[in-house]
């Protein structure tokens, strides 16, 4: 059962900021957001994740806004390498649920 | 350090054999998931291994599927009888899980394809 939605594509210039939308109206309240993006041919890899605050690391900001119904993962400074297909989840912590679901995410793509 | 490993990358095999997948997570790590993701398509997950606890296999599509991981390390995904729907990249991750959150990490999954 999907329990998010993201665009199917999104374009975003070289070196700008790169804002990718996700709406998961029906998260619980133990329920954690997490992005992991997918290059081509390769395994998923994990970008970050958080459950109420907003959340930096060296790759990416997750910006949850205050009901938890939608997120917004920022690439502050998008570069070719960034284009992927980007997947928002959301799961709960271990011991509440192990099934997860990845939809077909977002497809971002990094124009010179 | 030493990512997860699978293999093999590629597997090209007659439709109605059997099938099985190998996979070798990073040391240490006491979860272990199985996924499946056919062309153009999200990831499916298949089945969950956690330490010694039973395997949550409420993913597994038909009972053609099954999997085995010997204690904390190397898991085998096996295909009897494949069909040509089985045609995807399997995918394995393992994850830190110590009763909190974890992120999962991936290997770069096994081709197979049915012929």
């Known amino acids: 059962d999907a329990k998010t939605t993201q665009p199917p594509s999104m374009d975003c210039a070289e070196g700008r900021a790169a804002n990718l939308p996700c709406n998961h109206s029906?998260?619980?309240?133990?329920?954690?957001v997490y992005w992991y993006r997918q290059i081509h041919s390769q395994g998923p890899q994990y970008i970050i994740h958080?459950?109420?605050n907003n959340e930096t690391n060296e790759m990416a900001s997750l910006i949850i806004t205050e009901d938890r119904k939608s997120s917004t993962l920022i690439l502050p400074h998008a570069t070719l390498r960034d284009t992927a297909v980007y997947y928002c989840?959301?799961?709960?912590?271990?011991?509440?649920?192990?099934?997860?679901?990845f939809g077909t995410g977002t497809s971002l793509t990094v124009i010179p | 350090g030493a990512g997860v490993s699978q293999s093999p990358s590629n597997k090209v095999t007659e439709k109605g054999k059997d099938v099985e997948l190998r996979c070798d997570p990073i040391s240490g790590h006491t979860a272990l998931y199985w996924y499946r993701q056919r062309l153009g398509q999200g990831l499916e997950f298949l089945i969950y291994f956690q330490g010694n606890s039973a395997p949550d296999k409420s993913g597994l599509p038909s009972d053609r599927f099954s999997a085995e991981r010997t204690g904390e390390s190397v898991s085998t995904l096996t295909i009897q009888r494949t069909q040509q729907e089985d045609s995807a990249v399997y995918l394995c991750?393992?994850?830190?899980?110590?009763?909190?959150?974890?992120?999962?990490?991936f290997g770069d999954g096994t081709r197979l394809s049915i012929l």
């Open positions: 958080g459950l109420k």
């Open positions: 029906t998260i619980s309240g133990n329920e954690y």
């Open positions: 991750a393992s994850s830190l899980d110590t009763g909190f959150y974890q992120p999962q990490h």
């Open positions: 989840i959301v799961r709960a912590a271990l011991g509440t649920g192990n099934q997860f679901y």
